[in-house]
DNA sequence: GTGGTCTAGACCACG
DNA sequence: GTGGTCTAGACCACA
């Protein structure tokens, strides 16, 4: 199974789609020109209506991340060796940080473990990085 | 005004509210026992249907932010202060953390880059702490 | 009514919905802050499914050229007002001419009358900018 | 290579392969009686099912622009030199031009760079034209 | 009452 | 066999 989702969740379910592929690219478990199941098929998997999986493969491909091609399916165009930011991306991604990570201090998580887990995190897709080479 | 909402973003206007009064405690600008406008005086001030403020209020209230008493209105609860997050928070937290941080990374943002905006951040909100009494 | 479709048009219903909106804020029959129909409603106007409509509003929304407000529906965010394009838009734009150009010249439309045409149709958008003034 | 075309386009591959034939035309690049590349010769450049080249092939049969014989293949019918337009062609031609130009407006092109682009398009159509023969 | 989401099924365009 | 389009109906979130 390349990726779970959660029906009872709050998020939509095309959402959670798109935020699993892109945490497989991020972990190098799909990289730049690898293959999408094709939105039958992973609507089938996942026991949810095709045009949902429609909806999340159309919302990467307007994001740049993925490109649809009527032959091949869906086809991973962005990953993390893709160049640096486009402009303003960095600007609209720093304000949802500060929101996520406002409510960490809020809750209680001391910076120093904030910054930990992120380290952590970004450890975790980094270490792949290694591998395809 | 104590914040600024945005009525034509995708987020919901009572998750904005929410959203900005979790970022106001972060920065000390709110803490444990400031009380928050009255549900109609917000909606007033953003020109919104109080019902909505409402929404946002009790949003928080529910997370154990705020604490609502039909005579003092809405005051703050927990800040930075509070202590340790409870366990399913940090792990729900954290996930979140996941994807945001996928996200930068596909995008393109540099590990680094990231641990230094969140460190900026962070210390945004830890540089009040000295201030109020 | 607003505006007209053709349902036996090998352009889906939606991008027909898309161009029509387009033309009227060009045509000045729209300006920033005119409000849309719902979907709903144009949909039952037009005897198409509501979906529909929503797909062509989605994508005007995309492009940046209208705004959807949970509360007062659809409204024209830019228009001929609205300042120099954005970069790529006009080179994107330009390769559509020049098919468009080459399609009359080989059907034979002699280059003068076409930009006689063009002069005509751009009058029909500029003559109503004097009017709201 | 006679035409390039992208796979990736959202623009059909027969439709990509028919709008470079034309743009060969109006350019000069082709004229009346010359010969096309074979499907199969074409289908072998470009990576594509000759299927396909067919297709595109047959619409520009079907549009008078090219003739097919089972001998010869496909030859150019129609250049820029043919004669004027069929009636309803131009018609259902200014239509298209009148969503191109209102999508120009929109998107804040001013009218006489519009027209300036337009011209600068014809010439390079029109500056062939004493070249051949 | 507005738009958003999900499901579902049919048909078509494309390759 | 792939994605794209349209229709349709139900339910929910939002204001």
Redesign the pocket.
Known sequence: MLLTID?DS???????IRDRVVEAIASGDLEAGSA????????ADL????????????LL?QQGIIR???????VVRRDRRSGPPEPGIAQEWEERLRTLLAEAVVQGIRPDEVLGRSSAVLETFASSEELPT
Chains 1, 2, 3, 4 share one sequence.
């Open positions: 029906l709050e998020v939509p379910i095309y959402q959670q999408l199941p094709s939105t039958r098929q992973l609507g026991a949810i209506n095709f045009h949902t999986v429609n909806k999340a493969y159309d491909r649809i091609n009527r032959k091949s399916g869906a």
